[in-house]
């Protein structure tokens, strides 16, 4: 069983940096690809970025491309979400989850998720 604990979350202002860890614990083949997502009140879960594991190979949404980065640290099993240039709009749940196979934009692929962390972006 995967399990997957997300922190880092807070409140910043607009322009400021933060920086979501994924911590990954029952790693196995059906977790091989890590993505994030968010969840802003009123509205539906939207695809952020996504990683896997073994080729480092990432994909960002291009809402936050040039801003937010998804990046792995193998040993610590660890995915991280760098996100800068905050904006108000950027306020929301973050979501990390996992899945076999290669990544996915869509939150059906993945089976396994964490309980989110809170962002907010204060302006």
């Known amino acids: 069983q995967v399990q997957l604990v997300e922190s880092g979350g807070g409140l910043v202002q607009a322009g400021g940096s933060l920086r979501l860890s994924c911590a990954a614990s029952g790693r196995t083949f059906s977790s091989d690809a890590m993505g994030w997502f968010r969840q802003a009140p009123g509205k539906l879960r939207e695809f952020v970025g996504a990683?896997?594991?073994?080729?480092?190979?990432?994909r960002h949404a291009d809402s936050i491309k040039g801003r937010f980065t998804v990046s792995r640290d193998y040993a610590k099993n660890t995915v991280y979400l760098q996100m800068n240039s905050l904006k108000p709009e950027d306020t929301a749940v973050y979501y990390c989850?996992?899945?076999?196979?290669?990544?996915?934009?869509?939150?059906?692929?993945?089976?396994?998720w964490g309980q989110g962390t809170q962002v907010t972006v204060s302006s």
């Open positions: 990683i896997n594991w073994a080729t480092n190979n990432t």
């Open positions: 989850a996992a899945k076999a196979g290669w990544t996915s934009t869509h939150e059906n692929d993945y089976r396994y």
